[in-house]
């Protein structure tokens, strides 16, 4: 069986990530959630994950600084 795709979910709202985390896991997504530019650069190189869903404007580093980085 093959496992499961791994998405690492970046998002500052937390009730909006809560649905795109609900509907991900719907469809067999393994969902890591995460809330700002610092955990996503974090989890990233932790996970390696197969998809990132990135927010562009998060408090202590942007979305856009986060792809820069990446």
């Known amino acids: ?3 499961r795709k791994k998405i690492l979910l970046v998002e ?5 990530a809560s649905v795109y985390r ?3 896991e719907m469809e067999d997504f393994e969902v890591i959630e995460v809330h700002d530019g610092e955990q996503a650069l974090t ?6 994950p197969d998809l990132i869903i ?3 404007m998060m ?3 942007s ?3 986060v792809l820069d980085i990446l």
């Open 22 to 24: 609900a509907r991900l």
């Open 63 to 65: 979305g856009f600084d």
């Open 43 to 48: 989890a990233a190189l932790e996970y390696r």
């Open 12 to 16: 500052d709202d937390e009730v909006l």
């Open 1 to 3: 069986m093959e496992a």
């Open 54 to 56: 990135l927010d562009a």
């Open 59 to 61: 408090p202590k580093i």
